[in-house]
């Protein structure tokens, strides 16, 4: 079946990393994405990882991905007041064109 | 490069009417996908267009329809509107299956 989980809410001091988390339930995932929201805004892609990667770096963000967990994991470091915002994690399932999106995690970061 | 642009911004309808979104795809972007998106709820993909053809589609009834022009800006029609149908609905254009890029979406409130 899909289906991709995501916790509802992350709250972080400024400056500490933070750790979002997902699981998805199709194996057969081909890419896997995090995504984020600000209020009244689109989507904006923040990095993806194909399912033969196991850890991606981009700055500030890791992704790690565990196939046989079907976990995958967005940290940011050195969280700022800007990275306040609702992060979605998504799949694309081999053979399909649609992306299934998690309901979102709304990180909070405080001052 | 705009990015992509989506119309209107907001959008009221009654119960029952009928209701068209447009979408204007990234420069160079030849696929565009629809997507609903309720309060507090990740996006539900809807349908993708390529090659002016629906190519998938989601779980939504056949009161949603589409069209893709070839200049590869797209419509969304939706008929005989229910309460339910409100949502933020998103469009994202990609050249490849694997690179979305959403636009800020459109609106929609029923009453």
């Known amino acids: 079946g899909e289906d991709v989980e995501q916790s509802l809410f992350l709250s972080v001091r400024e400056g500490d990393s933070s750790v979002i988390n997902c699981t998805y339930t199709?194996?057969?995932?081909?890419?896997l994405y995090w995504y984020k929201q600000e209020p009244g805004a689109g989507l904006q892609l923040l990095t993806y990882?194909?399912?033969?990667?196991d850890m991606k770096q981009d700055q500030r963000l890791t992704v790690l991905l565990n196939k046989k967990d079907k976990h995958l994991s967005l940290r940011i470091a050195d969280t700022q007041t800007g990275d306040s915002a609702i992060y979605f994690c998504?799949?694309?399932?081999?053979?399909?064109?649609?992306?299934?999106f998690g309901a979102g995690t709304r990180l909070f970061v405080k001052a | 490069d705009a990015g992509v642009t989506q119309s209107p911004t907001h959008l009221i309808k009654t119960r029952g009417q009928q209701v068209t979104l447009r979408c204007s795809p990234k420069s160079g972007h030849d696929t565009v996908s629809w997507y609903q998106q309720a309060l507090g709820q990740g996006p539900q993909f809807i349908f993708q267009y390529y090659e002016e053809e629906e190519r998938q589609r989601g779980n939504f009834p056949d009161r949603f329809s589409g069209h893709q022009f070839p200049n590869y800006s797209s419509e969304l029609n939706v008929n005989a509107l229910l309460l339910g149908d409100s949502a933020l609905y998103l469009c994202?254009?990609?050249?490849?299956?694997?690179?979305?890029?959403f636009g800020p979406g459109t609106r929609l409130t029923v009453t």
């Open positions: 990882i194909f399912s033969n990667m």
């Open positions: 998504a799949e694309i399932v081999t053979g399909g064109f649609k992306t299934i």
């Open positions: 994202a254009s990609s050249l490849d299956l694997y690179e979305q890029y």
């Open positions: 199709d194996s057969s995932s081909t890419y």
